[in-house]
């Protein structure tokens, strides 16, 4: 059974920085797609960044040059790191991961796994 597990939300400034983390059980942690989700209140949820089995990665125009995704293979641990938060990064920040190719984040209904989520919050 696949457990993914989200951590380190919490609440920051503009221009702070957060890591999420996000722990994995139960999943071939070398397999096709890994990613990280968001889901503000009033919008859809929409794909942050996506990584596939070759470490290529796809962020949302949003996010480029301010997140960072990362994983600990040894740790089967996916990481984003976040800096100079804006406002509008604020939601519940979700883990998830597919066995599907191609590996995308432009829909959270291609993926299978999720995780519980991790609350950011960043106030102006």
């Known amino acids: 059974q696949v457990q993914m597990v989200e951590s380190g939300g919490g609440s920051v400034q503009a221009g702070g920085s957060l890591r999420l983390s996000c722990a994995v059980s139960?999943?071939?942690?070398?397999?096709?797609?890994m990613g990280w989700f968001r889901h503000a209140p009033g919008k859809e949820r929409e794909g942050v960044v996506g990584i596939d089995w070759d470490g290529i990665t796809t962020y949302a125009d949003s996010v480029k040059g301010r997140f960072t995704i990362s994983q600990d293979n040894a740790k089967n641990t996916l990481y984003l790191q976040m800096a100079s938060l804006k406002p509008e990064d604020t939601g519940m920040y979700y883990c998830?991961?597919?066995?599907?190719?191609?590996?995308?984040?432009?829909?959270?209904?291609?993926?299978?796994?999720w995780g519980q989520g991790t609350q950011v919050t960043v106030s102006s």
């Open positions: 139960g999943y071939t942690y070398s397999s096709t797609c």
């Open positions: 998830a991961a597919t066995y599907r190719l191609p590996c995308g984040i432009g829909s959270s209904a291609d993926f299978d796994y």
